[in-house]
């Protein structure tokens, strides 16, 4: 157990539609990353917050934005989902900003329909 | 731009052989290289890990080759057995920079057969 939990383990929507992943850091960890796993692009970043700051954007749509809030449990909203966004979304998470490792949690499967 | 390239895609490996998996990368500026281990399911869970002032580091039965010269580093895992059937995924980063993200290679899909 990496101590990294995501919420909810399954999405199940359809095209058009707003969701909201959720991710609770490691006790401690004050850094947050977002991932993409997709078979064809792999595991792929998205953005990287840090004590409730925005600190990195990788490849994120505009579609897409998160957030950390106080309790450093951060949030990615994904909306006007298309069916190329079917994907597992993972969270991880690191002590500090600029420390490794960063240690996952079990993701987000989202599936479009 | 793929920057980390991983090979093979796939390796059988009987019980008890040697797993090999290769990666080469294309920024002279990565300085963190860790291998993570995936069961279906699971997220990444890392394994080990490697910064480029050392060639080698080892962890019980998993072994990080590295070398900067060539800049290819290779992940290999002694006394294979079938519960270590998983996919393996390198990766590298730049904590000089400003972005501490980890870029993946395409990941390998290990079977050990009994």
């Known amino acids: 157990d990496s101590g990294v939990t995501q919420t909810p383990k399954h999405l199940i929507t359809a095209t058009g539609q707003r969701v909201t992943l959720r991710c609770s850091p490691r006790s401690g960890d004050l850094s947050v990353y977002w991932y993409q796993q997709s078979l064809d692009q792999g595991l792929q970043f998205l953005i990287q917050?840090?004590?409730?700051?925005?600190?990195a954007k990788g490849n994120i749509l505009e579609r897409f934005s998160a957030q950390q809030f106080p309790d450093l449990h951060s949030e990615l909203n994904l909306s006007s989902l298309e069916l190329g966004d079917s994907a597992l979304y993972f969270c991880?998470?690191?002590?500090?900003?600029?420390?490794?490792?960063?240690?996952f949690g079990d993701g987000t499967r989202l599936s479009i329909l | 731009q793929q920057q980390v390239k991983q090979s093979p895609q796939s390796l059988i490996v009987q019980k008890g052989g040697i797993s090999i998996i290769n990666c080469a990368y294309e920024?002279?500026?990565?300085?963190?290289f860790p291998w993570y281990q995936q069961f279906p399911g699971k997220g990444p869970a890392l394994l080990i890990a490697?910064?480029?002032?050392?060639s080698e580091k080892k962890e019980g039965r998993f072994t990080i080759s590295f070398n900067k010269s060539a800049k290819q580093f290779s992940l290999h895992i002694m006394d294979s057995q079938p519960g270590d059937s998983a996919t393996y995924f390198c990766a590298a980063s730049n904590s000089g920079g400003s972005n501490y993200k980890l870029t993946f290679g395409k990941g390998t899909l290990l079977t050990v057969n009994p």
């Open positions: 991880a998470s690191s002590v500090a900003d600029s420390t490794q490792p960063q240690h």
């Open positions: 490697i910064r480029p002032d050392v």
């Open positions: 920024n002279t500026a990565f300085d963190y």
């Open positions: 917050y840090y004590n409730g700051e925005e600190r």
